[in-house]
C-alpha cells in the first residue's frame, strides 16, 4: 500500500508539474508567475518525496541511475521559471524540459540493462 502511494505521488505530481510548465510555455504573462511559480514547486517537492520513497520501499539503496533522475528532476523544476525570465528562448525550454521527461522516463524501463 505505501508504495503504491509513493507511486501515484510520483506520477501525478510529475503529471501537474509538466501541465503547468508547459502552461508557463504556452503563456509566460507575469501576472500568472506566482502562481505558477507555487504550483510547480509544490509539485517538485511531492515529486522528489514519491521518489524517495518508492526508493526506501523497494530496497533500492541509492544506484547510479537515481542520479541522472535527480538531474532530470532539477532541470524540469526549474523550466517554469526560466518560461518567465527568458521567455524568447522557449524553444530551448521546451525541447530540454521534453528531453528531461524523456530521460528520466527511459532511465526506470532502462534501469536494468545498465545496473
Ligand atoms: C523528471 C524527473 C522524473 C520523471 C519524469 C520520473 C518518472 C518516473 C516514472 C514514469 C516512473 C514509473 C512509475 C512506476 O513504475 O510506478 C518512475 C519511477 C520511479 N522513480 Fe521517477 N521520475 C523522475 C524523478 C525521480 C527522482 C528525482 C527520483 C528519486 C529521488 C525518482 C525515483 C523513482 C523510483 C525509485 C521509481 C520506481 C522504479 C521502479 O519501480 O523500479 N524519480 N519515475
Known amino acids: 500500500m505505501k508504495l503504491q502511494i509513493y507511486q ?10 509538466t501541465a503547468f510548465t508547459f502552461m508557463a510555455f504556452a503563456n509566460p504573462d507575469p501576472k500568472g508567475k506566482k502562481k505558477t511559480m507555487m504550483i510547480t514547486g509544490m509539485m517538485s517537492l511531492l515529486m522528489l518525496i ?12 541509492f544506484p547510479a541511475w537515481v542520479f541522472l533522475k535527480i538531474v532530470c528532476w532539477l532541470g524540469l523544476s526549474g523550466m517554469a521559471g526560466m518560461a518567465y525570465r527568458k521567455p524568447e ?15 528520466a522516463i527511459l532511465t526506470v524501463y532502462l534501469k536494468s540493462s545498465f545496473e
Request: glycine share 14%.
Open 8 to 17: 501515484i505521488l510520483h506520477v501525478a505530481s510529475m503529471v501537474v508539474l
Open 89 to 103: 528562448k522557449m524553444g530551448t525550454w521546451k525541447f530540454m524540459s521534453l528531453a528531461f521527461l524523456l530521460v
Open 50 to 61: 514519491g521518489g524517495f520513497g518508492m526508493l526506501a520501499v523497494l530496497k533500492y539503496g
